[in-house]
């Protein structure tokens, strides 16, 4: 029998601000564990590379939670790390929208 792999997009924003500030009793991913829990490993979540092996690396049997740490808005200047971008969508005139950090 095959091990599950979950995949996990731990983002430091959500919907209203800084998880950390929105949630502050929530507890990463990478951090729980229990009988049945299997392994967790955090990798770049923007790094396809990184997400394959850390698949790969593993023997199949076992289970797997893959924590990929992600930024909002990524690689968009604009957008990295402002959280309205978690609902809004963006149009050719958004490239000087306010910075709501």
């Not at 992600?70 to 490239?95: A, C, D, F, L, Q």
């Amino acid at each position: 029998m095959t091990g599950l792999h979950a995949f996990v997009d731990l983002m430091i924003f959500q919907s209203l601000g800084r998880t950390s500030e929105v949630l502050p009793t929530s507890t990463p991913c990478s951090t729980r564990s229990g009988p049945s829990a299997g392994e967790a490993i955090e990798v770049d979540g923007h790094d396809p590379n990184a997400l394959v092996q850390a698949v790969t690396a593993r023997p199949r049997r076992c289970s797997l939670m893959v924590v990929a740490r992600t930024v909002k808005g990524k690689g968009v200047r604009y957008m990295e790390h402002v959280p309205i971008w978690h609902y809004r969508s963006p149009s050719p005139k958004s490239t000087s929208w306010p910075s709501m950090k």
